[in-house]
């Protein structure tokens, strides 16, 4: 098993089946990055507003979890542990190579490949059922381990209209789109001065992929 992964914790009892649960996408936490108190104000928000995005022409390479020591265990709260791998069947893999697909139809000056071994690369699907839908935003990908999940589909996305779109969705935070219902110009609440300066090289749009409803 791998244990380069962290441990999941769950309070799912498993009497409802995860698909039929609503599904958001849950961002890992990236704390944001320190710098000296003399750094030039306008050097510092050049860094933070392209820290993540990937210069253009990139091929990103990605690659789905496949053998049976991938994956991690889950602790529910009667403390009984149950293994849960990160593989998956051929059908969620063509409907994540049709979302790759179609964001290259969009001219965003990126290229995709899929690669068979994990050390080649950038991005690392997952499907631990359970463990939401979630991927790393943009270049911080490349802090992770080469045996860690960049990106995880946590429930099925068969059967549903919603399941391409959350392809498109994940996919489009490893390019580096945050949330764009997190941008200061959302009108909605109020956010942290390092998520508004992931947010502010675009304006706001409520149609985006990355967008949830209020």
Known sequence: MNTTDREVHDEHSG???YESQIAYCS?????????P??????RL?????TAEKWVNGTVLRYYFFGRDTDGAYVTFDDGTREWRPWT??????????SAFE???????GLDFLEVQDRGEAEVRIG???????????????????????TMNLGQSLLGTSRGFDTAMHEIGHTLGLPHEHQNPFAGIGTISAHSARRTLSWCYSKT???HYGT
Do not use: Y
Request: proline content about 6%.
């Open 15 to 17: 009497s409802e089946p």
């Open 27 to 35: 961002m890992p936490v990236v704390l944001p990055p320190r710098f």
């Open 37 to 42: 108190e003399i750094t030039d104000s306008a």
């Open 45 to 49: 928000e050049a860094i933070l507003t």
């Open 88 to 97: 998956t069947d051929a059908a969620h893999k063509d409907l994540v190579r």
């Open 102 to 108: 179609h964001w290259k139809e969009q001219g965003i």
């Open 127 to 149: 499907f631990m059922r359970g463990d939401g839908h979630w991927s790393g935003l943009g270049r911080d990908i490349l802090n992770r381990g080469v045996n860690d999940r």
């Open 208 to 210: 985006s992929t990355e």
